[in-house]
């Protein structure tokens, strides 16, 4: 379905890609300049056209996937995390600077530039008031086992809905959108970038702009590239978004001399069906059960602590915890009185009576899954289940076995038992260009480029190294989004 809100704004016009209406909106599209050019049609691009909008800018927002797929990884989301004092109708209490610090350095090795993560923090308390300004709705405080209620915020409709409201609202603000069309070169000259090169359908266009915001994701979407760090590895991963964010801009910008900011390996990765499909399974692919039982590798061994942390700040360490196992493969186990304690997988389970059948179900040499989840059960407390608390740590651990289950411990031994095989989803890579504190990109030589800037994704190695937090992702794209777009505008309309 095309849209149908085009106006006399020609807002997103995009009808048959080879009608004549079409090819002449686009010439009149890229004949003219532009006060900024976006590139992407997620998050932090969206963030930055209404930033720069609200300027008095001109925008325009180059997005790569046809329009019924807009909006990136953003469009999976549902959520955001932002530092609070006090609790509202759509947080349950206050969360505050020092605790989300606090939580930051808690993950992986901690923020990569402790100057730009601490803004980000700062910038986060008013990222949901703009937000709101700009066309987001909420929902009432999530309940349950994933914890979130408290820290993050969630979006009335999810990330596509939030995709949506920004869309009306960029149009209402003049922003002109091109979709099924990719920023294939940016076009540099010294310390500045003129125009960028688009392919749309068989024909090239040049946009050009006095400003550029990157907003275009990370690599994920690109195994080649992931391949060179993580090895064969890679072919064996999912990837939850779009296959659109393959780090095409980002390599353009490192040609031209950007700085890197990040590790290579850092990413997030949560562990997605196995059966799920290869790319764009979003939200609905993620299991959320390793907590609530075990997990073992294709041998039938448990090779990580299913139960370190509560579920917001721990669930993305499984993508790595699987891409270490032989053909990057785990098998997520529970039994009937974990049943209710999680979403359910997407694809049901495979069930069975005995340990032993389920293996043969999943594949797995019955023996020895029994005898894991035997010296399992022998390891947890004989009072495992009168203090097992899903809501929080219970530290309910096992005794003498490696790794060892440090919360909510309880035996496998309520039939039927379930099973599903998993793999690594990767999320998004960190590795991305390093910016300034006005978002300007970063070259080799420490110098920076004038008018060329990057939000989101592209640039979350100068915030993350390799653990992640939930909800943090909106957070980068949103604060920096709103940098990028303010600072872009301030430097075109000056
Ligand atoms: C399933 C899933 C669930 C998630 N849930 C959450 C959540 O609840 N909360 C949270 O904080 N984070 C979540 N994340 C992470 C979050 O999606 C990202 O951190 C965030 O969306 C990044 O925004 P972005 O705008 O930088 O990138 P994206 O939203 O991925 O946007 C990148 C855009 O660039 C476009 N693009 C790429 N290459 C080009 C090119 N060459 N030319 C033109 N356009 C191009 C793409 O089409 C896309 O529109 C989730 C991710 C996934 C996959």
């Given at each position: 379905m095309p849209p149908r809100t085009d106006r006399s704004s020609r807002y997103a016009l995009k009808q048959d890609e080879n009608s004549a209406e079409h090819l002449e909106w686009l010439r009149e599209t890229f004949d003219q300049p532009w006060d900024i050019v976006v590139i992407g049609g997620g998050n932090a691009a969206l963030v930055s056209a209404l930033s720069a909008t609200d300027l008095g800018a001109r925008v325009l927002l180059i997005e790569r996937s046809p329009w019924s797929l807009r909006g990136g990884n953003s469009r999976h989301t549902r959520n955001i995390r932002c530092a609070h004092d006090f609790a509202d109708d759509y947080v349950t209490g206050p969360y505050t600077y020092d605790e989300l610090w606090n939580d930051l350095c808690g993950i992986g090795s901690g923020p990569s530039n402790e100057r730009l993560a601490a803004f980000t923090l700062e910038q986060s308390q008013s990222a949901p008031g703009w937000m709101s300004d700009h066309g987001v709705g909420w929902q009432p405080p999530l309940t349950g086992t994933l914890n979130l209620g408290r820290t993050n915020r969630f979006f009335l409709g999810g990330g596509k809905a939030l995709i949506n409201s920004y869309h009306r609202t960029a149009e209402r603000a003049g922003v002109r959108v091109v979709y099924d069309a990719t920023v294939t070169r940016l076009l540099v000259e010294g310390d500045r970038c003129s125009s960028v090169v688009v392919e749309s359908g068989d024909r090239e266009y040049l946009a050009k702009a006095r400003s550029v915001v990157c907003a275009s994701g990370g690599f994920e979407a690109n195994i080649e590239w992931l391949s060179r760090y993580w090895g064969s590895a890679a072919e064996n991963y999912h990837i939850r978004g779009p296959r659109y964010n393959d780090g095409l801009v980002l390599q353009q910008l490192l040609d031209a001399g950007a700085a890197t900011a990040g590790e290579e390996r850092g990413f997030h990765a949560v562990a997605v069906d196995a059966r799920s499909p290869k790319f764009d399974g979003g939200i609905a692919t993620r299991l959320d059960s390793i907590p609530f039982g075990i997990t073992v590798n294709r041998e039938g061994q448990r090779f990580a602590d299913e139960g370190e942390d509560i579920w917001p700040k721990r669930y993305a360490t499984w993508g790595a915890n699987l891409a270490g196992q032989p053909d990057q493969i785990g098998y997520t186990l529970w039994d009937h009185q974990a049943d209710e304690l999680f979403l359910p997988p997407m694809y049901g389970s495979l069930s069975a009576p005995s340990i032993s059948e389920l293996a043969v179900q999943l594949g797995l040499d019955p023996t020895v899954l029994t005898e894991t989840v035997r010296v399992f059960n022998e390891a947890t407390a004989p009072d495992a289940r009168t203090r097992?608390?899903?809501?929080?740590?219970?530290?309910v651990t096992t005794a003498g076995i490696l790794p060892p289950k440090t919360n909510w411990a309880l035996p496998l031994d309520k039939p039927p038992f379930h099973g599903v095989p998993v793999r690594p989803g990767i999320t998004?890579?960190?590795?991305g260009v390093a910016v300034d504190e006005s978002a300007r990109i970063v070259r080799q030589d420490g110098s920076r480029f004038e008018n060329v800037f990057a939000a989101g994704e592209i640039m979350s190695g100068n915030i993350l190294t390799t653990g992640y937090l939930a909800g943090f992702g909106m957070t980068i794209g949103t604060v920096w989004g709103r940098v990028a777009g303010r600072e872009a505008a301030q430097l075109a309309t000056s």
């Amino acid at each position: 379905m095309p849209p149908r809100t085009d106006r006399s704004s020609r807002y997103a016009l995009k009808q048959d890609e080879n009608s004549a209406e079409h090819l002449e909106w686009l010439r009149e599209t890229f004949d003219q300049p532009w006060d900024i050019v976006v590139i992407g049609g997620g998050n932090a691009a969206l963030v930055s056209a209404l930033s720069a909008t609200d300027l008095g800018a001109r925008v325009l927002l180059i997005e790569r996937s046809p329009w019924s797929l807009r909006g990136g990884n953003s469009r999976h989301t549902r959520n955001i995390r932002c530092a609070h004092d006090f609790a509202d109708d759509y947080v349950t209490g206050p969360y505050t600077y020092d605790e989300l610090w606090n939580d930051l350095c808690g993950i992986g090795s901690g923020p990569s530039n402790e100057r730009l993560a601490a803004f980000t923090l700062e910038q986060s308390q008013s990222a949901p008031g703009w937000m709101s300004d700009h066309g987001v709705g909420w929902q009432p405080p999530l309940t349950g086992t994933l914890n979130l209620g408290r820290t993050n915020r969630f979006f009335l409709g999810g990330g596509k809905a939030l995709i949506n409201s920004y869309h009306r609202t960029a149009e209402r603000a003049g922003v002109r959108v091109v979709y099924d069309a990719t920023v294939t070169r940016l076009l540099v000259e010294g310390d500045r970038c003129s125009s960028v090169v688009v392919e749309s359908g068989d024909r090239e266009y040049l946009a050009k702009a006095r400003s550029v915001v990157c907003a275009s994701g990370g690599f994920e979407a690109n195994i080649e590239w992931l391949s060179r760090y993580w090895g064969s590895a890679a072919e064996n991963y999912h990837i939850r978004g779009p296959r659109y964010n393959d780090g095409l801009v980002l390599q353009q910008l490192l040609d031209a001399g950007a700085a890197t900011a990040g590790e290579e390996r850092g990413f997030h990765a949560v562990a997605v069906d196995a059966r799920s499909p290869k790319f764009d399974g979003g939200i609905a692919t993620r299991l959320d059960s390793i907590p609530f039982g075990i997990t073992v590798n294709r041998e039938g061994q448990r090779f990580a602590d299913e139960g370190e942390d509560i579920w917001p700040k721990r669930y993305a360490t499984w993508g790595a915890n699987l891409a270490g196992q032989p053909d990057q493969i785990g098998y997520t186990l529970w039994d009937h009185q974990a049943d209710e304690l999680f979403l359910p997988p997407m694809y049901g389970s495979l069930s069975a009576p005995s340990i032993s059948e389920l293996a043969v179900q999943l594949g797995l040499d019955p023996t020895v899954l029994t005898e894991t989840v035997r010296v399992f059960n022998e390891a947890t407390a004989p009072d495992a289940r009168t203090r097992f608390s899903p809501a929080g740590l219970d530290g309910v651990t096992t005794a003498g076995i490696l790794p060892p289950k440090t919360n909510w411990a309880l035996p496998l031994d309520k039939p039927p038992f379930h099973g599903v095989p998993v793999r690594p989803g990767i999320t998004f890579t960190y590795m991305g260009v390093a910016v300034d504190e006005s978002a300007r990109i970063v070259r080799q030589d420490g110098s920076r480029f004038e008018n060329v800037f990057a939000a989101g994704e592209i640039m979350s190695g100068n915030i993350l190294t390799t653990g992640y937090l939930a909800g943090f992702g909106m957070t980068i794209g949103t604060v920096w989004g709103r940098v990028a777009g303010r600072e872009a505008a301030q430097l075109a309309t000056s």
